[in-house]
Each structure stands twice: as C-alpha cells, then as structure tokens.
C-alpha cells in the first residue's frame, strides 16, 4: 500500500498520453517509488512565464499554486543576475565577499529588532534543521511541539516533526502536536485557546522527562488548511513556550516575502517577534536558497563553541539571485499587489460560495487562499480530489491541503493579477457547475 | 574559547587592510558569530577563472583547494546551460520533466549495477541525510559507524556523524568511531584490520541495544587525511556491515566525478559495490545540486510507505547544470587530466620532498592529494598553518586537514594542468626554503 498524499498520482487511474506515460515509467525505473507525481494525468512541463506554464503541445496552464517562482516563472531580471554572478563568480562564505553582505543588510532590514543575525542554507528543510539544533544548544532542551498536520521539512530531524508526511515516516519521542485553532470557532480567546495547547503539551513533555526546546509554526499554517485568523493569535503561545524555557520559530517558508500582503513575514500579522525565522521557497524564486533569520544571544554560544558552514549556503550567486528577486518585489510593489489581487480573489470566491454549496469557508492573508471544499457543510475530500483534477483538465493548476485533504491551496506567484483571478474563478464555476455542486 | 578548525581565521591574528577588515566587522554582525573564515589574512575575491581566483586589486590566486568549481570556476558552458533553462523553466519533480530523467540515465550509465535509481537532493549534508533515513527505514537499525575524523555534513544528523566538526557539536548513542587505516601502516592485511575495526564497532553498538545500520565511509577518507591506499580496502568492510544486517555508504561527495583519476567514483577503486552513494560538491560546479545513488531494493520499502520531495532538488535547472558538467568532465577530458596531472604533481611533490624535511609522506589519487607537514617525521599542525598562511601570501589557496590539521589538502578545479603543478611546487618550495624547512 502507498501512503496517502493529496493530489498525488495513481498510476493507472488518470489517461495517459503514449509520450507522458513513457515519462511516467522512465521516472520510477530512474528515480525510484518515492517520488509523487500530482494529479490523475500528471502535467508534462516545457517552459514557463509570469503566472503561466506551457506542455509540448503549446497550452497554458494558470498557475494558482507554485510559491517558490514567486516573482513569476522565468523572470528575466532574476535570470540576468544568476547568469551574470555565475559567470564571475559562485565563491563560498569562507572567502570574502560583498554581495552577500549587501544582500543580509537587505533582507535584515525588512526585519524587526532584535532578529540582527542571517545564516544561509539551500533549503527550508536545512533552515529549520539547523534552527532545530540551535535551540537544542541554547535551551538544553529536545522538546519540539508542532501542529497536528504541520510541515517543516524532509531532513531526518525535520521530517520527525512534520506529521503531515503521514504514519509511514516516524515520529521522534521528543515531537509533541497539537492542534491548531479551529477557523470554525474562531472567538476572542482564540490565541488564549492555542497558547493553552502549548502548555498542555509542555507539560506532557516535561512528565516525559523531556525539556522543551522550541515550539515552530507555520505562521499561516499552510499545511493544516490555511489559517489566517485572527491576528495576534501567535503571541500568547510565543509567551508560553518561553515561559518553559524553549524558543518560539517562525516558519516563514511558505508565507514569506510579501504573500501575505500586509506584511513582508507572516509572523507580523501575530504581533510577535520571534527566536527565530527560516526562510526559503521563493527566496530565490527557484534558486536554492535558504536562511535562518536569527536573535544574537540565541546563536551566541552555538557560534562559540561550534561553527556553521554550508557549502553552497550563501554563495555569491545565491546571495545575487536572492537580491534580484528582492528588487522585483520592490519595483513591481508585490506586496502590494498580493494584498490588492488578493482581497480582490477572496470576494470573487467568496460570490461563488454564494452560488455553490460545494464551497464552504474562504480564508486567508493576500495572496494565500484557503477554500474548504464540503458537503452539506463537512469536509469532502473527494470531491476537493475531483475539483483539482478537473481544474488541471481546464487548464488551471492548483492542489488541496490540510488532514483531510479537502483544502483548497491557492498559493500562485505574486504577478498574478485581478484578471487571473477572475479567470481561476470562472474556471472554478464551470467545474462546480458541471459537478452539479 | 572559540572551536578549533584547521584554517580558521582569527581575528586580530592577520593584517587587514581597511576595506577587509570593514568586511570582517560586516560579517560579524550580519552573519553572527558561527561563521568562519579561511587564514590569518582572508582572501577578498571577486572573480574566477578556470584554476585562478582573483581579488579587487586583479591579484590572481591558484586555486589548488576548491573541488566544487570542478570544471573551472565560472564555466561558461555550465554558466549558458543554467541561464538558458532557469530563462524557460525551473520546475520540480512534480510534474513531468525530461531534464532531469536525460541526467540521471547519463549519471546511472556511470555506476555499477545494482546501482540503478537516483534522489536529488541540494546539498551532499541533504544526500547523507536522507541515507540515513533511509538507512533506519531499511534495517530496522539506529546505529552508524565512522572513521574517527569524519566529516558527512551539517543537518542535525549528519553533523553527530561528523567528528570533525570537533567538541563543539554533540554525538549521538547511536554512533562508533573507528580509526581509519593509518597509512604509515600499509600491508596485505590493512583492509582485514579496518573490518576488524567495524566489527568491533558493530560488536559495541550490539552490545548497547543498539541495531546496526550503517557504516558510511569517504572513499578518499578526506578529512582523515586523505587515504587512498591500499586499492581493495573497503572491501571487507561492507562485507562487515553487510553481515550484521547494516548497509554500506560511500559518501562520493568529495572523491567523485572523476577526480581520484582512474575511476569516475572513488568506490570503484576499492572493488565493492555500496549499498547507496552520496554525491555533492562538484556536481553543478557551485550550482546546489546534490544526490543519493541507490539499489532498489534498499529504497523500495521506504518509497512504497513514505515520499521523498525535494523543492529545489532535481528542479530542471539543476539537472540542466549537472548535465552540461557531465559535458564538460567528457569533452574536456577531466578525469583522464586527473589521472595524469595527479600522476606528475605527486612526483613533483615527491622531488620536492627529497630536499625538504618537512615534507612527510605524500598519498592520493588523481588530483586529490594530501602531503604530511612534520618535523622529525613527527605531524606539525603549527607549521601546516604556516605553510598554508605563507602559500596564501604567495598567491596560492591550499588548505590543510586531518585531526592533527597536518596534512596539506591538495583538491583543485580538475582543469589544473602540469604548468599549474609546476607553480605550486615551485612557490611551496619557495615558501619552505624561506622558513628554512
């Protein structure tokens, strides 16, 4: 039996062209069983541009879903600066060099004090791996507690507190979850009502014999079902995991960079400031690139006694590509938009709701949209299953999130504009309406 | 007290000119106190050049240390294929794309069966990483066996089987250390000895309730000193592990791609087969690009019950990368230049040697190289930093290795040619004669 993954592709079940379905056992004869494909009829990719992706045969499919080319696929700009860095030089942070100095002050500067500090990765995997083993330095701690359905990485550490990689990868005895607050019930006590999930699972740890070392959240929780609400509602936890001694993570890996909207970091939107940040998807939209925004006094010791090199991490082409995409986002006011082109969505989705059954609550910040896809008001993972893969035959890609799997995930590069939008939900509509839901 | 690394720089040990010395503070406070420097005085760089790095002043450095920029440092012709795939498309391996099945039929078609499916990973830290995981899904076992200055990367557990990250960085329950052939010591029975070693080491780990997993080695034994001899070693040793129900890694990571000169992989020189290889650094010539090479049946539980994605790994720009440094390796020769320049350098070396004591035993293969710095035949770190420091000033990056930080890591660009051999000969012999050694 395979493990379930939303939106994965089971072979047999979709039609396959000759061409794709050669693709198709090319790559487990090469790659091996434990890569997934997405969809019924996986999409065979040639070329990208802004928030389009093109087949063999010429068509273009709406992208609604891939963060990391956040500032668009293929974008010129950012293309310009890799090939010009690459060609003069990819040296590593043993050396001297300015570009990456110029891209830390940068990238700092859009943070609160006292998170003064940068270290560089090349995947958000990494970035939490190695906020993993700070906190264990700085706390004396192992404790870990993550949310239910949370995703935080594939290292070995990592994928131990990223439940939502399913039964068949193990869960470490220092991991406890907890669940994340219910967007159905959301009230006043809401952030109270987290923090006290927080305590509850300090104290299990500690009955365990276990001392706590971090408490890390997605800060709009996109693996649980993307929840926005309500503002502030981190703070209160923040406060009780350093109550008991641990550090508060933020896990800026799929909110960062401007998504949100009304804010560059996800945790911004909470009123908090945390221990530490990891960063990475669309730091290089495509690149890889990765980085732990940090506190001093957390690193302090850490960086005494130890010392921290990535081989790549941080190299001169990284820190260039990363500066070019924060020159996109600047120059052509993403932020901006994903605050503008995403209020603007969650209304046009929100007058289909009206007129569809099959769509429940609409949530999100910006440019990352949750849509709960339901029957008679409860989750329909199914039928979520069945709108995905009718989008991808419309030409329209996105996937579904969250335990049940009955999330939509919108999440499209932050280019997207009022005139996507209305195209994703005119698409939406003709497949709920053919649906007869 | 700040961790011991061979190289390190210290600050206030060199002289910096204004404009470095501002560098050094910039770090200190953007990138936080983990960070290290390479010598007494860092090197400033800007640009590079096949085997020559160049500072802002136009000084060209010989580069004779730095094995990711294995084809020459910013090569055009991998610098033209990442521009034009990352200008169309950079997708992952969620959808279908053929750029990364055409690279690994070309990087399978390089290993021996059963080594038939590849993972792509971004960093070789990510590609052990994900061995182990693999490793304890295989074999029900926890504990690992490594040489006793080991260095397998930087996650949380890959940095536990690292000893040569020093004190600073903690050791698992479930690692053994074993000593790595002394090559002082050759015979007809040092592959016999070294399994003896794993067996002791199993015998240890069995003994503490722990199962066996894996024994993982560098095949080049790089950060021991660099060992190549005998041809054969490591084959009793998997066969060691092997019997007590554990695999046999060979981290690549270093040795590979063709540098130890008669062999494209650094295993084969040692007649035995792993179970999984580990490769890095030099696979996309600075671009991040790493991965684990495997037989089947070691992953095809692991893939059936759990998924492996990877952002970045294997996105199509990295495979476009890693394709044209496979062009590169084969239409430029490279590992045939590694086995001849190799040959000529270490009997470059050799004559040197005759007319320096300070130059102890020289070993290697192709162009890794690593010459002993002693005094009275005896290992001198103190003069290893010397030399090193003094070859810096000379216009020449080396660096040295080994628990002792004695031995003289010689691990160039693959391009170095025998005109380049000659200049480093002739500066070290410079450098020597002045310290009168």
């Not at 990208?48 to 992706?53: D, I, K, P, T």
């Not at 991991?175 to 009230?187: F, S, T, Y």
Request: net charge negative; with cysteine; charged share 20%.
């Amino acid at each position: 039996m395979t493990e379930p993954m939303p939106n994965a592709y089971v072979p047999g079940k979709g039609a396959l062209a000759p061409a794709e379905a050669a693709l198709v056992e090319r790559r487990l004869r090469l790659l091996g069983p434990a890569y997934r494909l997405f969809y019924e009829t996986p999409v065979h990719l040639v070329r990208g541009e802004g928030v389009w992706l093109y087949d063999p045969e010429g068509n273009a499919y709406l992208d609604t879903y891939n963060n990391v080319a956040s500032v668009g696929h293929s974008h010129p700009h950012v293309v310009a600066a890799m090939a010009r860095q690459a060609g003069t030089l990819a040296s590593h942070t043993r050396y001297l060099h300015e570009t990456i100095l110029d891209y830390s002050e940068r990238l700092l500067a859009t943070f609160p004090a006292p998170l003064e500090h940068v270290m560089f990765t090349c995947t958000g995997s990494e970035a939490n791996d190695l906020a993993l083993r700070i906190a264990r330095h700085r706390t004396g701690g192992t404790g870990v507690i993550v949310t239910e359905n949370a995703y935080h990485g594939v290292t070995l550490a990592v994928s131990t507190i990223s439940p939502s990689l399913g039964p068949g990868v193990p869960s470490a005895d220092w991991v406890r979850v907890i669940p994340p607050p219910d967007p159905r019930r959301l009230g006043p006590d809401t952030g109270a009502a987290f923090a006290d999930e927080v305590r509850r699972a300090i104290a299990e740890l500690t009955a365990a014999g276990i001392r706590p070392a971090a408490l890390i959240v997605d800060t709009i929780f996109s693996s649980d079902g993307v929840f926005a609400a309500p503002e502030g509602l981190l703070a209160p936890a923040a406060e009780a995991i350093r109550a008991a001694g641990g550090l508060f993570i933020a896990d800026e890996v799929q909110p960062g960079f401007g998504r949100t909207g009304t804010a560059m970091w996800g945790f911004q939107r909470h009123g908090v400031v945390p221990d530490m940040v990891s960063l990475g998807k669309p730091m290089g939209n495509g690149y890889p690139v990765a980085a732990l925004v940090l506190c001093p006094e957390v690193v302090a010791d850490f960086g005494a006694r130890g010392r921290y090199f990535n081989t790549f991490g941080g190299n001169a082409v990284a820190a260039a590509v990363a500066a070019a995409v924060l020159d996109v986002i600047e120059t052509e006011g993403l932020q901006e938009n994903a605050l503008r082109t995403g209020a603007r969505f969650a209304e046009a989705l929100q007058s289909l709701a009206a007129r569809h059954d099959a769509l429940g609550q609409i949530r999100g910040a910006g440019l990352f949209l949750g849509v709960d896809i339901v029957t008679e008001g409860a989750p329909d993972s199914a039928l979520a299953a069945r709108v995905v893969n009718d989008l991808r035959a419309a030409r329209v890609l996105i996937s579904a999130t969250g335990p049940a799997a009955h999330v939509l995930k919108i999440r499209p590069p932050l280019v997207f504009d009022r005139d996507h939008a209305d195209l994703f939900c005119e698409r939406l509509d003709t497949v709920l309406t053919v649906l007869g839901r």
